[in-house]
């Protein structure tokens, strides 16, 4: 049986599509894996660029309420910013929460190549997050 994480920001804009996209490349047959947002809004082009560099298509993606996944049996909340944090609902089978405080590479809604440089460190951060949650988790399982 899968288990259920999500990853949660504010907009479920960029930060959380782009934990959601490499979490699915990184391990998708062991996890179902989701995003949501406390306000959200659209996926931003940006991250739709940048995770494309990796080979990595995310443009299909939607940005949704975390309201929508409360009732789901969800075992890991990954929070990726401080405000997303501070206003996470409890999730009533949520086993591990986790906080990523990643730098919100929001500036404007523009996409081009002068935009992508926090992008991109955002999701090299997530990146490097994820993975080490993968050597955890495997860790766990054994």
């Known amino acids: ?19 959601e996209g490499l979490m699915r490349d ?7 894996v989701l995003s949501a947002g406390s306000n959200p809004s659209k996926v931003h082009p940006a991250a739709i660029k940048v995770m494309k560099e990796w080979g990595i298509d995310i443009q299909n993606q939607k940005s949704k309420s975390v309201n929508n996944y409360l009732e789901e049996n969800i075992e890991i909340i990954v929070t990726v910013c401080q405000k997303a944090n501070q206003v996470c609902p409890s999730f009533p089978n949520g086993r ?17 190549e002068r935009d992508l440089a926090p992008y991109r460190m955002a999701r090299n951060e997530i990146k490097k997050k994820i993975n080490n949650l993968l050597i955890v988790e495997k860790l766990n399982n054994q």
């Open 1 to 19: 049986m899968k288990k259920k994480i999500i990853f949660i920001c504010t907009g479920n804009s960029c930060r959380s599509q782009m934990a």
């Open 26 to 32: 990184a391990i998708s047959e062991n996890f179902d």
């Open 96 to 112: 591990t929460k986790i906080h990523w405080n990643i730098k919100d590479p929001f500036h404007s809604w523009d996409s081009e």
